[in-house]
């Protein structure tokens, strides 16, 4: 059963579905307060921001006192495409870097409508490409993480790397989005227990996404691509969200594909649970991540 916390953050949820105005706010209204845990949640005091530009893509330097500034986990944030920025996403990826203890990179890829794929995985790859080649971060020191549709980059990076031959030391996708085409059986299953989500929602977000590309290309879907050569994978889900299938379904297709892959679905909980920073099951989450990549770097 969630906690009190969780549950509260749960009933918000429900309360703002239920009273969604009739006339939707604009986009620029939504990216300026988007809070994908239900409210804004600050980065700590004691957490070091610096911007920088990452290959012409804005991001920023998060650093926790004493981490590892020699190892680097890479972030991309969630938000349908249209949404997030550090704003949004930087107290969970703060809190990731210093459970794993390592500083993070947290890039602001370009959003849809505006920019539809590949131009946030391009952004992506050129990060990537960045903290190896500009930065001189060896691969093997780098971890990877992407929530909800952070997942679906992250996911096709490591896809785009391992044909590259290379691969982060390891990887964490947090309800992560992996299939374009809405086909997972808990769209339906769940449909009504997911208080963030409709299916229609998700439709639209991803159709402004793919545009007019294959929605099954493995870039586009990292579900419908081969799987093998991946690094280690930590998988967390809740069992109450439309996109449970998601992740269960590329979990088993990469344990077939020969990859080390840890499932972690909890009960009763929302998409991207972990964001939600004062309930328990996130900081356990968190600290799972966290010792997650701190056995893979050694």
Do not use: C
């Amino acid at each position: 059963m969630p906690s009190r916390e969780m549950q509260h953050v749960i009933e918000q949820f429900r309360l703002r579905r239920a009273n969604r105005p009739a006339q939707p706010p604009s986009l620029d209204q939504i990216r300026a307060t988007f809070m994908p845990g239900g409210k804004q949640y600050e980065l700590p005091e004691d957490i070091a921001v610096s911007e920088v530009s990452a290959a012409g893509v804005p991001a920023f330097w998060v650093d926790a006192p004493g981490v590892d500034r020699s190892r680097v986990l890479l972030f991309v944030h969630g938000g349908g495409f249209s949404l997030g920025s550090l704003r949004s996403h930087g107290e969970l990826a703060a809190r990731v870097g210093r459970a794993a203890g390592v500083r993070v990179l947290f890039p602001e890829y370009r959003l849809t409508p505006e920019h539809p794929y590949p131009a946030a995985l391009d952004d992506v790859r050129a990060v990537w490409k960045w903290l190896r080649e500009e930065q001189g971060i060896p691969a093997d020191s780098i971890v990877l993480a992407g929530d909800s549709v952070g997942g679906t980059l992250a996911a096709a990076l490591l896809v785009t790397l391992r044909d590259a031959g290379e691969q982060p030391a390891a990887a964490a996708l947090l309800s992560p989005v992996l299939d374009m085409t809405v086909s997972g059986d808990s769209i339906t299953e769940n449909d009504g227990v997911d208080v963030i989500f409709t299916p229609d929602m998700l439709r639209g977000a991803f159709a402004a996404y793919v545009g007019d590309a294959d929605p099954r290309a493995p870039l586009v879907s990292p579900l419908f691509g081969k799987l093998d050569g991946l690094p280690p994978l930590l998988i967390q889900a809740g069992s109450a969200e439309l996109l449970l299938s998601d992740a269960e379904r590329f979990a088993e297709a990469a344990v077939a594909a020969g990859v080390e892959v840890t499932l972690q679905v909890r009960a009763g909980l929302p998409h991207v649970y972990p964001i939600v920073g004062e309930a328990p099951e996130a900081r356990e989450a968190t600290d799972d991540i966290g010792a997650f990549f701190r056995q893979r770097l050694g």
